[in-house]
């Protein structure tokens, strides 16, 4: 049986006093039984902050991007190495917004999950479908793609410990999720795909689902038997909804 997981993703949202709001709230109001984990991925300014705030509490935290190369002349960046001086769990890499509006490729998110790797980091790898793909039959194709670009440059073994998270592009910050039944088909592929190459590690292999996560729609997805938890966006910020979606995961 796998543990579930509950990430949030907090975008390029916060500041310091939004966010210590935000933290306290989470923190005074964990769900006090079960075996979820949850995790926040902050903007790298405020890694700092969450590493103080979170450090003794049982909240991990995480970036939402890091370089594919460990250090050099790449203004702008931030390696692994950096992230675990904030002694950050996570790093999510390949999130449908850096694919799309910063042009990465599958085989960049390969060489990001390959860093993320290196570095001790655990990768929660970001794969979906746009609906103009799901829309001509292409999901799987699509999906299949992404993961076997991870799979072909870290080999079976380097998915070991890595969490996935099926994000269909047009259920992210649009209201509209993927039903249970449509998450869990994808997700059941997912591990297949996997299986086919180490079945002891697909059988482990934390799968999240990303889209609209809601807590009215938390609990029949977190049922299905594919979909190991959350990767949460706009719910992440508002407390009470984070908190009763990771309740849901308990459950
Ligand atoms: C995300 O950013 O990964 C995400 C799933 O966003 P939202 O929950 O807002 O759809």
Redesign the pocket.
């Known amino acids: 049986m796998r543990a579930k997981l509950v990430v949030g993703?907090w975008?390029m949202h916060g500041s310091l006093a939004a966010n210590r709001e935000l933290l306290r709230a989470l923190v005074a109001g964990l769900p006090l039984a079960g075996s979820t984990e949850m995790a926040v991925c902050v903007p790298f300014p405020y890694l700092a902050q969450a590493q103080e705030m979170l450090a003794a509490t049982p909240i991990r935290w995480g970036a939402q991007n890091l370089s594919e190369h460990s250090g050099g002349a790449y203004t702008g960046e931030v390696s692994g190495a950096m992230l675990c001086d904030f002694a950050c769990r996570y790093a999510i890499v390949g999130?449908s917004e850096r694919r799309a509006l910063y042009g990465e490729s599958d085989a960049k998110v390969a060489a990001k999950f390959l860093a993320a790797r290196a570095a001790g980091l655990t990768p929660v790898l970001c794969v979906g479908e746009t609906l103009e793909q799901r829309e001509a039959g292409a999901t799987l194709q699509v999906v299949y793609a992404q993961l076997d670009a991870v799979l072909d440059a870290a080999g079976a073994a380097g998915l070991s410990g890595a969490v996935l998270a099926y994000?269909p592009v047009w259920?992210?910050?649009t209201g509209r999720t993927a039903s249970p039944a449509q998450a869990q088909e994808v997700h059941a592929a997912i591990r297949a795909r996997v299986e086919a190459r180490d079945a002891v590690l697909a059988a482990s292999l934390p799968i999240l689902y990303?889209?609209?996560?809601k807590a009215q729609n938390a609990g029949e997805l977190f049922a299905q038997s594919d979909i190991d938890g959350g990767?949460?966006?706009?719910?992440s910020l508002v407390v009470d909804e984070f908190l009763a979606i990771c309740q849901a995961a308990n459950c």
């Open positions: 993703n975008k999130h994000e259920a992210i910050g990303g889209g609209s996560v990767l949460v966006g706009g719910a």
